[in-house]
């Protein structure tokens, strides 16, 4: 009640929920209650969330914040819906705003406006996850989902002062998540602190027979590691994270992290990231290569927005795509069409895998010296609203720091670290396969 009640009288102004579910929040509310009363449940039960509306939820409409899925009513749950809600018995508020189909660094693309940053709402939250950060900085859900195929949960977070993780490729199943680039693409949770962080994404995690790149492994303790110290962290600074391009009064912040982290036992050496400077092209070769045949099912025929104006088959195609895709997410599908196109498949998207492999390699040879690479998570605070919105060039270097562990596979997150002018400063940690526990422990510390 308390979070409805605040999503009722703020978010007419922060538009972070497309669709709240009042009525089934109260009732998961009371089951929840029920189960803990006979002694059962587990530490999220009965503690309320915001879903992403990437997130496919039975009965309630998911969007992914396009016209295209506008009516479109999934008749399955996504398994992280599954794990969050009826296992660990989490009653979900609503779903939130997002870039359409997660295609966006401000939260600027949706099909149902713009999220306004609670900082400052003449600011962008950061994209895609902004409904999920607005939600969470705003008190207008405890956590929420999110996700993160070239730093849609780590920038947001770091533009509203969250704690944010992307979890290693494999790690959270992808089943019923809308695809945009089936190989980057990895859901995580958005939080006020590692602890809350820790505790969802474990509930999250594990092997899923229903998504062919689930790893089947088990999955660590998140939440009892917390507590451990962290004297003797080998921590990596990479050179080309701080180079021309960072905002000054964002570096103060972090070297001020850096200060807390040495007091508390860890060790830093600067190192190379060699390639780091092209996994912006290559991201967006990669990633609308596989938008576009991802994209491909929406023809207006099987599910989706249809047109009324076409009067034949190529025009139902034409006409249902044109209507209900937005102009970023047409972008996107015929740049993704055409680096994949016969005669320039080789010159581009090819090419791009291998570069994706170089840059892989530049982590693995940096794991082999440090436990943890740190870096900033976004090159400035949160700009204004329109500011970026006829330049998709400077909207796609916003996510020169966070792509790379996309490519790569590994996980990182982002953790708030100061304040510029009133804004909030994330700094990003980067971790080897599997060491989301190390991540979240060093988070925790230093919170
Ligand atoms: N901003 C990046 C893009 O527009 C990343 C989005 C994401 O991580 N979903 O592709």
Sequence with gaps: QHYLKRIETLDPQLNSYITVTADQALAAADAADARL????????????????????????????????????ISPYDATIVKKLQAEAGMPMLGKLNMDEFAMGSSNETSWY????NPWDVTRVPGGSSGGSVAAVA?????????????GSIRQPAALTNLTGIKPTYGRVSRYGMIAFASSLDQAGVVARSAE?????????????????????????????????????????????????????????????????????????????????????????????AEA????????????????????????????SRGEGFGPEVQRRIMIGTYVLSHGYYD?????????????????????????????????????KLGAKTDDPVSMYLNDIYTIAANLAGIPAMSLPCGFKDGLPVGMQLMGNFFDEAKLLNVAHQYQ
């Design 113 to 116: 406006g713009p999220v306004k």
């Design 138 to 150: 705003a008190g207008l859900a405890p956590v929420a989902t999110a996700t993160d195929t070239g």
């Design 196 to 288: 809350d962080a820790a505790q969802v994404l474990q509930a999250m995690s594990g092997f899923d027979p229903l998504d062919s790149t689930s790893m089947d492994r088990p999955v660590d303790d998140l939440v009892a590691p917390l507590g451990r110290s962290i004297q003797g962290l080998r921590v990596g600074l990479p050179r080309e994270y701080f180079a021309d391009g960072l905002d000054a009064g964002v570096r103060a912040c972090i070297d001020g992290a850096i200060g807390e982290l040495k007091k508390l036992g860890a060790t830093f050496t600067e190192l190379s990231l060699p390639n780091s400077p092209l996994s912006v092209p290559t991201y967006y070769v990669v990633a609308p």
């Design 347 to 383: 010159a581009y998207y090819l090419q791009a895998q291998k570069v994706r492999r170089l840059i892989y390699d530049d982590f693995r040879r940096a794991f082999e010296q440090v436990d943890v690479i740190l870096g900033p998570t976004a090159t400035d605070v949160a700009f």
């Design 292 to 319: 576009s045949s991802n994209l491909a099912r929406f023809d207006g025929v099987r599910y989706g927005h249809r047109s009324a104006q076409a009067k034949n088959l190529e025009e139902l195609y034409e006409k």
């Design 37 to 72: 009363a006979r002694g059962e449940g587990g530490p999220l039960t009965g503690i309320p969330l915001g879903q992403k509306d990437i997130f496919c939820t039975t009965g309630v409409r998911t969007s992914c914040a396009s016209r295209m899925l506008d009516r479109f």
